[in-house]
Structures are given as C-alpha cells and as structure tokens.
C-alpha cells in the first residue's frame, strides 16, 4: 500500500485557529444579545404584571412584591449579558516584556457603563502622591492604562534610587529582613566606595539592591535583557530539574535564578494606586491597596461604582 505524506505548517494553523475563535466569539456575543433581549422583554412583562396587581392588592402583598422581584431579576440579568456582550468586543491586549497593561470596564451599580471618568494611577512617596499616568473611560466604558520601563545598561543609573535610600539615615520601623539586608548592602556599599569590591561581591550588591527596592517598593528601571536572561536561563534548567537531574548548585541557582526574576519584575514597576475621578469631578474611587504591578502582565478589572 502506498503511503501519503501531509505537511502540516504551524502558522496555517495558528491563522485557521484565530478565525474559527474569532467566529465563534462572534457567534456568542449574537447570541448573549438575543438573550437579553429576551431577558429584557420578560422584565417588561413582569413589570407590567405588578403594576396590574398594585391596582387591585396592596403594595406590599406578597404577589405585587413577587412580580416586582422577577421584573428586576430579569433586567439585572439583562444587564449582564450586556455587559458580557460588550466585554466579546474587545480582544484582550497581548502581554508586552518590557511593559505592564491595566485594561477593563467602568460600570454603574445598573451595569451601564461609565462615560468620560478619568483613571489615574500614582504611587505615593514619602506620603505624596506622584502621578505616573492617567485615562479616561471610553462610550462603552473601557480603559487600558500602558506603562511602560524603560530599561537601562548604565547599572549605577538603574540602581541610584536603592542606593540613595540605602545610604539615608531611617527612623521608620523596618522588617528583621529589610534591617539584615540593609547591613550587608551597606557593608559591601563601603567596599565598593573604597575600591576593594571583587566581582562575586559586586554581583552580590547588584543582586541585593534589587532585592532591597522590591522590598522597599523602590522603583529602578529594568536591566537591559535582564528579565530576558534569566528567563532563559530558567528555561534551560526547569526541564531537568522536573527529572531530578540537577546538581546540587544547578538547584541552588534555579532558585536563585526564580527569586532574582521575581525581583527583576516586580522592582521594574513600582506598587501604583489607582485614582477613579467622574467627569464631574466628584471621586469614584480611591484604592487604599496597591494594584502589585509586574512587569510583562496584563491586569483586567471590571470596576463597579455603586
């Protein structure tokens, strides 16, 4: 029997996969509208069944408060399939290494959405607000907010904001870690300073600087290739380490390499608070927590203002 040979190319593949999830999203977002358009329709029944019942029963009789339930139930689920509805129209962004994404939607308590707000994210430093940037609502209530860093290869520009703050003379309570790290950093500070650093120190300093902003919300830029690196290096070991093939310093390192990446992304983006302004003027929200940017995330929220 003869045998047949079919090339299969991958991005043929990729391109016959994006068409048929596009059409499909398509197909759902249709059909979640007709849903709610029946959802709809049903509310409007069952608020006119109330408002026969309420000429003939009291307000508060059992079967007017029935119908009056069912009516807002239906508009409720009306309004979230809608909502999932306009939520179909916009792809999620494509996640970017050197940036970090803030998208989603600006609802009201009756999921219709919020026009013309604007979102500003800031960070506070030594109890200040600093504004690092700001949006504002679309039609359908969607924002995306893109930060991006701009990564250095000058190591003493990139690490100057840890160093100043190592340097500073504190009288804040700080954590048993942060009081150990600040001692050795300051020790190796010192050497540097008097030019008697070897290179394993040096890179000890390096390694312990970002670890020491991370843990001070210190923002310093991203090193040139430095998330790249490591994530490569990562991907090189993880493989043999599910085997149980590594050497003992092979392990050590991956765990370092793991720590040193989470670092990497979370020093390249300081911990932002968000700011929701109405296009009136009068505050929407203010978030008292952070929003734990990382670097090379998109983070969707869906914002409701009650």
């Not at 050590?252 to 670092?263: A, G, M, P, Y």
Request: aromatic share 4%.
């Amino acid at each position: 029997m003869a045998s047949r040979t079919t090339t299969i190319y991958a991005d043929k593949v990729s391109e016959a996969l994006e068409a048929t999830f596009t059409a499909a999203d398509a197909e759902r977002a249709a059909s979640l509208g007709l849903l709610a358009e029946l959802r709809q329709a049903k509310a409007r029944v069952y608020a006119r069944e109330a408002e026969r019942l309420r000429q003939t029963h009291p307000a508060d009789h059992p079967s007017v408060l029935r119908a009056e339930a069912r009516a807002a139930t239906s508009e409720r689920f009306a309004a979230d399939l809608k909502m999932e509805v306009t939520r179909t129209s916009r792809p999620l962004p494509e996640a970017e290494a050197e940036a970090w994404i803030f998208c989603g939607y600006l609802w009201d308590a009756a999921r219709a959405p919020i026009v013309g707000a604007t979102l500003a994210l800031h960070r506070r430093v030594d109890g200040r607000d600093q504004p690092i940037d700001a949006t504002t609502s679309a039609k359908d209530g969607y924002f995306l907010l893109r930060i991006a860093v701009t990564p250095t290869i000058d190591e003493a520009e990139r690490l100057a904001p840890a160093v100043a703050d190592l340097r500073r003379t504190t009288t804040a309570p700080e954590s048993a870690e942060v009081t150990e790290l600040r001692r050795e950093l300051l020790t190796l500070d010192a050497r540097g300073r008097a030019g008697r650093l070897t290179e394993p120190e040096r890179l000890r300093l390096v390694e312990g600087l970002e670890r020491y902003a991370a843990l001070r919300r210190i923002e310093i830029p991203a090193a040139v290739g430095r998330v790249e690196e490591l994530s490569a290096r990562i991907a090189e070991l993880e493989p043999r380490a599910v085997e149980n093939l590594l050497t003992p310093a092979e392990t050590s390192e991956l765990t370092r390499l793991r720590t040193n990446l989470s670092i990497a992304r979370d020093a390249a983006t300081a911990s932002l608070y968000l700011r929701i302004t109405g296009a009136d003027g009068n505050i929407l929200l203010v978030d008292e927590e952070p929003l734990a940017a990382r670097l090379g995330a998109v983070t969707y929220r869906d914002i409701e203002i009650v």
